[in-house]
């Protein structure tokens, strides 16, 4: 059964950071390539950040970029988030998907629950 469980949201005031993970049970992760993507209350899944299978290449939504910063550890199966200077217009529910890198979530085959990171003002 495949499986991938976000962890790492919370709360935080404007400015602040927050560490998003993304662990990968089920299927052979080296062999995906991996994305973030962001929903919030009434607006439709956005794209955030991918990475390829190696970590050697990297996209970003242009709102993040400079801010976010996506990496994978293959040996443990596990994608992170690292998120500085936050928005409040970053608030919404992170998802992690595995698939092939595109900025599109049609591209992604698997997806995790998500987790909630809210940002005040």
């Known amino acids: 059964q495949v499986r991938l469980v976000e962890s790492g949201g919370g709360l935080v005031q404007a400015g602040g950071s927050l560490r998003l993970s993304c662990v990968v049970s089920?299927?052979?992760?080296?062999?995906?390539?991996m994305a973030w993507f962001r929903q919030a209350p009434g607006e439709e899944r956005v794209f955030v950040a991918a990475i390829s299978q190696s970590g050697s290449r990297t996209l970003y939504a242009d709102s993040v970029k400079g801010r976010f910063t996506v990496s994978r550890y293959n040996s443990k199966s596990t994608m992170y988030l690292q998120m500085n200077s936050l928005k409040p217009e970053d608030t919404g529910v992170y998802s992690c998907?595995?698939?092939?890198?595109?900025?599109?979530?049609?591209?992604?085959?698997?997806w995790g629950q998500g987790t909630q990171a809210t940002v005040s003002s």
């Open positions: 089920g299927l052979m992760f080296g062999y995906y390539d």
């Open positions: 998907a595995a698939g092939i890198y595109k900025a599109l979530a049609s591209a992604y085959d698997y």
